[in-house]
C-alpha cells in the first residue's frame, strides 16, 4: 500500500502553511470586535487549517491526532460556551444576552465585554461543526472497513 | 459603479457555464468563480465581514464539492427540439423580468436615506457596546438572539449530516 497523502513536497509546504493558516484564524477571532471578521470567519479559517492536513496527510494520521469524538465535544463545549455568556447577562443584570462585562475603552483587546466571549465560543462552535462535517464526509469516502466488516 | 456591473454579467456567464458544461470538476471550478465575483462584489459594496465570510465559506464549499465530484459523470438530460418548452420559458422570463423591475424600480437608491435603526446602530455602537467593528456590535450584542438561532440551525445542521454519515452501527 502506498503511502498515504499526497507527496513529499505537498506535505513540506503544508507543514510550515498549516500554522500560519491556523494563526491567521486566531487574529480573526480575537480581533473579531475591532475589525472585520469575527467568530464565524475565524471557525472557518482554523477549519480550512485541518482539512488542509486531511487533504496533505491522508484522513489517518489527523485521525490519530484529533478523533471525531474530540471534535463533537468542542463543539458541544462552544455551543454550552455561548449559552453561558448569554446566561451571564440574565444572572447578573437581569436581561438574557445583557452586556455585563466592563467595556474598557474601544480599540483595546480586551474591550466590548461580551462580544469577544462570544466570538470565542462561536469560533469553537463553527470551526469544529464544520470540521465534523468534513470528517464524516471524508470518512464515508474509505471504500473497504475490514474491521466493520469482520464485526457485523 | 460600472465594475459592479461588469463582475454581475461575469457572474451570469459563469454560472451559465457551470450549468452547460459536461464534466462535473469544470462545473464546480465554474461555479467558484461565481463565488469570487460575489466576493469582489461585497468588497466593492464595503462589507468587508461578508466578503471575509464569503471567501473563507466559498473555498470550504469547493473544497467538499470537488472531494464529490471528482471521476463522477452524472447522465446529462438535454432538451432539444421541444418549441414548447421555449415559448413557455420565454414567457416566463418575461413576467419575470417586469415585474422584477417594477419591485426594483421603487427601491430607494443603495444606502442614501439612512434607516432609523441603522443610523442609532451607527451612532451608538462604539458607545454602548465598546466594539468597534460595528457589525460584530449588531450580531452579537444588539441582536444576539438571531446569533444564537443561527448557532443553533448550525448545531442541528452538525447533528444531523453526523447521523446520516456515521460509520458506527451502520448496517450495510
Known amino acids: 500500500m502506498k503511502e498515504a497523502g499526497m507527496t513529499l513536497i505537498v506535505k513540506r509546504i503544508t507543514k510550515i502553511t498549516v500554522s500560519l493558516i491556523f494563526l491567521f484564524g486566531v487574529y480573526i477571532v480575537l480581533h473579531g470586535h475591532l475589525t472585520p471578521g469575527g467568530g464565524f470567519a475565524g471557525g472557518v479559517i482554523i477549519a480550512l487549517s485541518f482539512i488542509h492536513l486531511v487533504l496533505a496527510f491522508g484522513k489517518e494520521v489527523t485521525l490519530k491526532r484529533i478523533s471525531q469524538t474530540t471534535v463533537s465535544v468542542v463543539e458541544s463545549l462552544g455551543g454550552i460556551m455561548f449559552w453561558g455568556v448569554a446566561l451571564l447577562g440574565l444572572f447578573f443584570g437581569g436581561y438574557f444576552f445583557l452586556n455585563v462585562l466592563p467595556k474598557g475603552r474601544p480599540f483595546d483587546l480586551f474591550s466590548s465585554g461580551i462580544i469577544i466571549l462570544c466570538n470565542i465560543a462561536i469560533f469553537l462552535k463553527v470551526g469544529a461543526g464544520l470540521f465534523a462535517i468534513f470528517l464524516g464526509l471524508a470518512l464515508l469516502k474509505m471504500p473497504v472497513e475490514k474491521k466493520e466488516g469482520e464485526s457485523k | ?172
Open chain 2, 1 to 172: 459603479m460600472i465594475e459592479f456591473h461588469v463582475i454581475l454579467i461575469l457572474m451570469i456567464v459563469g454560472a451559465i457555464v457551470a450549468m452547460e458544461l459536461e464534466d462535473m470538476l469544470s462545473s464546480v471550478i465554474a461555479l467558484g468563480a461565481v463565488g469570487i465575483g460575489l466576493t469582489l462584489e461585497f468588497l466593492l459594496l464595503r462589507a468587508p465581514d461578508l466578503a471575509i465570510t464569503q471567501l473563507v465559506v466559498e473555498i470550504l464549499s469547493l473544497i467538499i464539492l470537488i472531494r464529490a465530484t471528482v471521476g463522477v459523470r452524472m447522465p446529462q438530460e438535454r432538451i432539444k427540439g421541444r418549441v414548447g418548452y421555449f415559448i413557455f420559458a420565454l414567457i416566463f422570463s418575461a413576467i419575470f423580468l417586469f415585474f422584477s423591475y417594477k419591485a426594483i424600480a421603487e427601491l430607494p437608491v443603495f444606502g442614501v436615506p439612512l434607516m432609523k435603526m441603522g443610523s442609532l446602530y451607527i451612532k451608538e455602537a462604539v458607545a454602548k457596546t465598546g466594539a468597534t467593528n460595528i457589525v460584530a456590535a449588531i450580531i452579537l450584542d444588539f441582536r444576539g438572539y438571531d446569533t444564537l438561532g443561527e448557532a443553533t440551525i448550525l448545531f442541528t445542521s452538525v447533528i444531523g449530516v453526523l447521523a446520516v454519515l456515521r460509520l458506527q452501527g451502520r448496517k450495510e
